[in-house]
């Protein structure tokens, strides 16, 4: 984990963490929720026309902030290291190949690269003070990309929320149920999204997937 707390000799001073870098450059290679699916090989031999487009953006970090927006030091730490502002309710925001997502009211989800979580992470909490939680939750959570014509009918579905653009416009989250799970969902575009899930349930929602878009056509990207 990488928010464990060793020991706190000086209750006004920082804890003392202890971090891990979850994409080493040497050692056991990662892999994604979704590897035995074997996208890539699907991607070459599969169709390459139809009503929805499916990708697993595998292996970024993920990395939960908490805090409050009324902690000058929590909200200038992120605009100080991702050049952004916090996002208000059920927004998110870009910076370069970094996302970031509210969550809940004190909750976001920060996704980027993930040879830089680690460095994000340390320079987070070099910069943060007072009452904060920084979580690499890299290694149980996945990102999928649903997008074409077809998408927002693949979603409808599949979750109970209004995904009608007056109601979703792009650039809007919402962490709701998809089918008998759940899901971090954002609108990155007319016709694309974005699905965070859990590891556990990857293989559930690429099945889920499958079937919700065969008859609209699924081409899966590698």
Do not use: C
């Not at 149920?177 to 990155?188: D, G, L, P, S, W």
């Not at 999204?193 to 079937?211: I, P, T």
């Amino acid at each position: 984990m990488s928010d464990l707390n060793l020991t706190e000799l000086d209750p006004v001073a920082a804890p003392v963490v202890a971090l891990m870098e979850q994409r080493p450059v040497s050692g056991p290679r990662g892999e994604s929720p979704l590897h035995h699916a074997g996208l890539s090989e699907l991607a070459k031999k599969g169709p390459t026309q139809g009503g929805v487009h499916l990708q697993e953006l595998k292996l970024l970090g993920h990395l939960v902030l908490r805090g409050s927006t009324a902690n000058a030091d929590f909200t200038g730490a992120v605009r100080t290291a991702l050049g952004v502002e916090l996002p208000g309710p059920l927004q998110s925001v870009e910076a370069g190949d970094a996302s970031l997502r509210w969550i809940s009211p004190d909750e976001w989800l920060l996704i980027l690269p993930g040879d830089e979580a680690f460095a994000v992470e340390n320079q987070l909490r070099e910069l943060m003070r007072g009452h904060f939680a920084i979580v690499n939750v890299s290694g149980g959570q996945t990102l999928l990309t649903l997008s074409g014509r077809d998408a927002v009918k693949v979603l409808q579905k599949s979750i109970g929320y209004d995904v009608h653009e007056r109601n979703f416009p792009v650039g809007k989250v919402v962490a709701t149920t998809f089918a008998k799970t759940q899901a971090v969902i954002r609108r990155t575009g007319a016709d694309s999204w974005d699905l965070v899930v859990r590891r556990s349930f990857a293989d559930y929602v690429w099945l889920w997937l499958q079937d919700a878009s065969a008859e609209f056509g699924l081409v899966v990207r590698g």
